[in-house]
Structures are given as C-alpha cells and as structure tokens.
C-alpha cells in the first residue's frame, strides 16, 4: 500500500497551502488556484502529499493526528522563528535546558504539529 497524501480540512484551502508550501519548500499543484476546494502541496517522493480540503466549519477541538517535522537546513529554534515569521503560533514550548524536546505550533487554521530539533544537534 502507498500513502498518497495526508489530508487537511481547511477553511481556506489555498491560502492554507500556500503556508504549508512556504513552509515546506514543496510546490502547490500546477493549476491548483485560489477559490479551489482542493489544493495540493506535492512532496518529494516518496512523502506523500498535503491535500487541503475546503469544508464548512471551524476547527473546535485539538487534532487527534498531528505532523511531526525536523528541520534539514536550521536548527528546531531557528525553524520555529522561520515559521513565527510565517504565520504559525506557538502552541506548548517542549524546550528544555539541555536542548532537547519539542515546540508544539499552530498553522494560520489552528491545526497543530511540532517541530523537533534536526538530525545534527540530535548527534551533537
């Protein structure tokens, strides 16, 4: 079996996944526009994609499935103010005094994910 995409509902799915592909680094789908209610953000292969899906309401809970990312080119500190400067918020500082843990942050929709620390300080 292939995992294709991880799906995201989104009030907006455009403006939604033009984050994620600032974010990222990936590309939005050629022809996926504005006012579209899917909109893709294509990862290298093999990860799959981040498909957001337009739908009516609101995020009222915490999400039960959550992304977890480590940053290839900046340290977890720099990443998490690269995404600030994006739009994300921090949502729980897991940072603690000897450099380990993990900021828990929320997208422009108030979904969450963390940002771990790189594959280099986790060998430092």
Not at 89 to 105: L, S
Request: proline fraction near 8%; hydrophobic fraction near 35%.
């Amino acid at each position: 079996m292939l995992l294709r995409h991880i799906t995201i509902d989104a009030g907006n799915p455009y403006k939604l996944a033009q984050f994620w592909s600032t974010v990222t680094g990936w590309p939005v789908a050629d022809g996926d526009v504005p006012g579209d209610d899917e909109v893709l953000v294509q990862a290298p292969a093999p990860l799959p994609g981040l498909l957001f899906i337009a739908v009516p309401e609101g995020k009222s809970v915490k999400n039960r499935v959550h992304l977890d990312w480590s940053p290839t080119e900046r340290t977890r500190d720099q990443e998490v103010d690269r995404i600030l400067s994006l739009g994300g918020t921090i949502h729980e500082d897991h940072r603690v005094p000897d450099g380990r843990g993990w900021v828990t942050m929320k997208d422009p929709e108030a979904n969450e994910f963390c940002v771990e620390r790189s594959e280099a300080e986790r060998a430092g």
